[in-house]
């Protein structure tokens, strides 16, 4: 699996560990009685009201050599390891071999595969309709092109989607109804709506902003499609009006909430310059509330699969400010960091149920090393 952003030595993250705080049960009242043996008056003071919790964090799995791959269930992860087989040269670049490697995350049992993985960019990538009823599979033969299926869960039946993509751009419309940017080698390429039974229609999208570059940021939630155009505006069509309205300027990149209710945009703070906020819209580019985080940098975000939580992961140069995994509680409005500040290598993971998340950081020699973090 190919690493998606790596920095390099040049940015040190050597930041304190991040506190994970916890609500401290308050003093209970003697008994109930309200007077003592010398006759006086008792007061008993009525039981504080605990204030919000944070997350909290309960546990921490670490794995090293591995990123991830994929979860199998709430207990279970599939992990991609890496050894260095032979190491660089002048000449030569380094040699590694792959295999993959279920983990039972209740007592930390691991499953090897009997064979390497021999073609590390043949990868299949699975997102399940929002009833559960159906996945959508990606199978990408190599990294530029991929075969699409869709897969009834009840009776296992799958159906090849004609077409192949060059883009992993999509997302649910519907229950039964798939949106895909295809991508293309030369140009913009098709926006697919695809029906469950495996018919294709091709969607028209209007706008002058669009260049004739493949799609850079899109998502799909809840009857919308989202896209970034040229000039960086957030935008929303359906696939009954083919002309846009704008939400947000200066979006450097978003994510639609699984239930297709909220929209996590970054934003850029000026122009030219580095530095970006946080802000969670609604479906219709409302906002709620303020800047949740701000960073130089914040190259991954990832709602929880019941939309109650975004994890976010930042960079900021300046040590005091945020750097690592945070995560905002949406039914809280809390934001807080979690584990040691974390520079993710690889997309954000959570699981089905959204209590663990899988976080890839470089370790040694930027060998992959995998945190996963149980939430209580």
């Known amino acids: 699996m190919k690493q998606i952003m790596k920095l390099g030595a040049v940015l040190s993250l050597a930041a304190a560990l991040a506190a994970c705080s916890s609500v401290q049960s308050g003093n209970q009242a003697n008994n109930g009685n309200n007077t003592n043996t010398h006759g006086e008056l008792t007061v008993v003071k009525s039981p504080e009201k605990k204030p919000t919790q944070e997350v909290i964090v309960e546990r921490i799995h670490r794995f090293e050599g591995a990123s991830m791959d994929k979860w199998l269930s709430d207990d279970q992860v599939q992990l991609m390891y890496t050894k260095l087989v032979k190491q660089a040269t002048a000449t030569e670049e380094a040699k590694f071999e792959y295999h993959t490697a279920s983990v039972d995350l209740s007592n930390n049992e691991q499953k090897s595969a009997e064979e390497p993985v021999k073609n590390i960019q043949s990868i299949q990538k699975e997102q399940p309709s929002p009833d559960g009823k159906y996945v959508f ?31 992993e751009n999509g997302g649910w419309l519907n229950d039964t109804t798939y949106v895909l940017a295809a991508g293309s080698m030369n140009g913009l390429g098709d926006i697919r709506q695809i029906t469950v039974d495996g018919n294709v229609t091709l969607l028209k999208l209007d706008d002058p902003a669009l260049g004739d570059q493949p799609f850079v940021n899109f998502g799909v939630g809840q009857g919308r499609i989202y896209y970034t155009d040229d000039n960086q505006s957030l935008k929303q069509f359906t696939p009954d009006d083919p002309k846009p309205a704008e939400l947000v300027k200066h979006a450097i990149t ?33 906002a709620e509330g303020l800047s949740i985080a701000k960073g130089d940098l914040i190259p991954y975000i990832a709602w929880s ?72």
Do not use: C
């Open 137 to 167: 599979i990606q199978q990408w033969k190599d990294k530029y092109t991929a075969r699409n299926f869709i897969k009834e869960i009840s009776t296992g039946t799958t159906t090849e989607i004609k077409g192949s993509n060059y883009l």
């Open 254 to 286: 978003f994510q639609v909430s699984p239930d297709g209710k909220h929209l996590a945009v970054e934003i850029q703070k000026q122009a030219g310059k580095a530095g970006s906020e946080l802000r969670i819209f609604d479906s219709n580019g409302s």
């Open 305 to 376: 699969p019941d939309s109650s939580k975004l994890a976010a992961a930042l960079y900021t140069e300046n040590q005091s400010g945020m750097n690592g995994v945070y995560i905002f509680d949406s039914a809280t409005g809390k934001v807080s960091p979690i584990g040691p500040s974390y520079f993710p290598q690889y997309p954000l993971s959570w699981n089905p149920s959204g209590t663990r998340l899988g976080v890839t950081v470089a370790g040694k020699d930027d060998m992959p090393v995998t945190h996963i973090i149980d939430f209580q």
